[in-house]
């Protein structure tokens, strides 16, 4: 098409119409090339078209994980023009039930794994709406039967995804993104990528963190590979690269951490690497060099961005030099420079401009709110002429003017970007965006608990993990554990729980988190 892809299901046809029989999809065993994928693509929009009466749904739930399913999944429900609404398998029941509701979901794709533990089952705390289980012959089966589905009436302004971040009021957030602020990304991402066919990427995200996005339509917008590791494979990251010769490498730093400790990071172990993608966290510049001496073949990008502003919106490649890398004070590579299509502004408290301040973001990339309005409140604000700043209050039109916060604190070094921590209490643990105050009101609403704080500690391992502190005379932790386990998803679940007679209080009254987070991590290196 002359105008380039509109939609983010254009990307994907695009390619698979000039490179039919190229490798577009290996999951464990099972390879797909673009042309295989696109008739079972087509097959399973036409089986969904038909279960929602003839009529493409609006949005779509996607219950798999890491199966051929999950990613013919995805295709077929933008083939359609709904908007695809990722969920975990491995979350609790009710959780999923409510982004489906928040949503608007219709249909439910889950794959065989996901229908086998229970998690699609709709009994009154599954999703609440039909869901549609299918293995690969059962994908298969649906492609033979040369049904059609009907056209995609997709636009840019169309919801392309809906990824649900933590919300502090215990409510997960809905962040919709259209067509036009994720092709927008992409055509400034696919280049830089250096990709095409032959080129081999690795699938390392789940598809409920929008760094899948990424790994999904950088291949599939160039012609290359996607290569899907299993959860175990993940645990031996460069055995993986190694063993499936990966080209391209994208995934949070804690991976490189966690391959370090194994020591498999040897000089030269994933030699046909060419990039390697970081982001998510910060990446220690230890363990750039440890990574770089291990892929001697590869460049080293640091990607940087909330969901709400499309997966990324900033970027830096480390020198080719290691000796020519910078040595900033935290120890962390720098965030680098936004990127050209957008606009940035570093804000202190007081709303005026400074080297050191919240980074605000507007732009083509930044989606048009949140999926409830009333968690736009505080999260964007509006420059006037004269300077002065007016914090959005809910009242009056969101518009393309308004900047969003991002909630994290950056400082202007060298004409470089670094990322300095967050202004609120927001976390990141291993890539996914925690936001400890729904923690914190789940184990509030647990019998015997009066109050309660999570924090963000290191843990053993040199990483960051959660620990929670709760007050309450009937308060005890194995049964909190439990409580939480049957309401959140793992990752979200502290690795501690202490009870106190009394949470520690500050000069000001308010509950001491930072003596908390020095208590954990005091008792741990005791």
Known sequence: ???????LFDWFADSAAAHPD????EVGRERLTYGELRRLVEGLAARLAAANGGQPPGAVGLLASRSVTAYVGYLAALRLGAAVVPLNPEAPAGRNAAVVAAAGVELVVADQAAAGAGAGADDGAGPGVPTLTFGTEELRAAAADGASAPPSAATPEDVAYLIFTSGSTGTPKGVPIRHRNVVSYLRHVVPRAEAGPGSRMSGSFELTFDGSVYDLFVAWG????????????????VKFIASRELTHWFSVPSLVSFAEQLGTLRPGAMPTLRWSVFGGEPLPLSLARAWRAAAPHSGIEILYGPSEVTVSCTEYRLPADPADWPAPPNG?????TGYAELEFLLLDENGAPTDDGELCVRGPQRFPGYLDPAADAGRFL??????????????????????YRTGDRVGLRDGLLVHLGRVDQQVKIRGYRIEPGEIEAVLRAQDGVRDAVVVAVVGPDGEKELAAAVSGAGAAADPLYSALGGQLPPYMIPRRITVLDELPLNANGKIDRRALAGSFESDRSG
């Open 1 to 7: 098409m002359n105008a380039g892809p509109l939609t």
């Open 22 to 25: 190229q490798p577009a999809l």
């Open 222 to 237: 160039s012609g290359a590979t996607l290569v899907v590791p299993t959860r175990s494979q993940l645990l031996s990251p």
């Open 332 to 336: 962390t590579a720098p965030l680098g």
């Open 382 to 403: 509006h420059v006037a002429a004269d300077g002065t700043v007016h914090p959005y209050t809910g009242d009056g039109p969101l518009t393309e003017e308004h900047w």
